[in-house]
């Protein structure tokens, strides 16, 4: 099993900063990835980034790509996602995930931290 622990979220203006961090413990050996996704009530989870466990290149959604950033997983095995010009769209629960296959069918999920921002 993995645990995954997320905090950071909050209340921010529109145009504002957040950092959201996801702690991963237990057999981390695992894990292929590490990534972030975010859900609106009553819409799908959305991608937002991905970041291989090994270090290397991240990928990310388009929607967010040049606000965002996935970086981390030093030696405290901790992702973080540090957001700027935040928009009220982009209001919604954010998940951490580690994936330990070639999908997210049978990945690890974090309870979930909240996300607001104000306009």
């Known amino acids: 099993q993995v645990q995954l622990v997320e905090s950071g979220g909050g209340l921010v203006q529109a145009g504002g900063s957040l950092r959201l961090s996801c702690a991963a413990s237990g057999r981390t050996f695992t894990i292929h990835a590490m990534a972030w996704f975010r859900q609106v009530i009553g819409k799908e989870a959305e991608f937002i980034a991905a970041?291989?466990?090994?270090?290397?290149?991240?990928n990310y959604a388009g929607t967010v790509k040049s606000r965002f950033t996935i970086s981390g997983l030093n030696a405290n095995n901790t992702v973080f996602l540090q957001m700027h010009s935040l928009k009220p769209e982009d209001t919604a629960d954010y998940y951490c995930?580690?994936?330990?296959?070639?999908?997210?069918?049978?990945?690890?999920w974090g309870q979930g931290t909240q996300v607001t921002v104000s306009s």
């Open positions: 995930a580690a994936r330990r296959s070639a999908t997210y069918e049978d990945a690890y």
């Open positions: 970041i291989p466990w090994s270090g290397g290149t991240p």
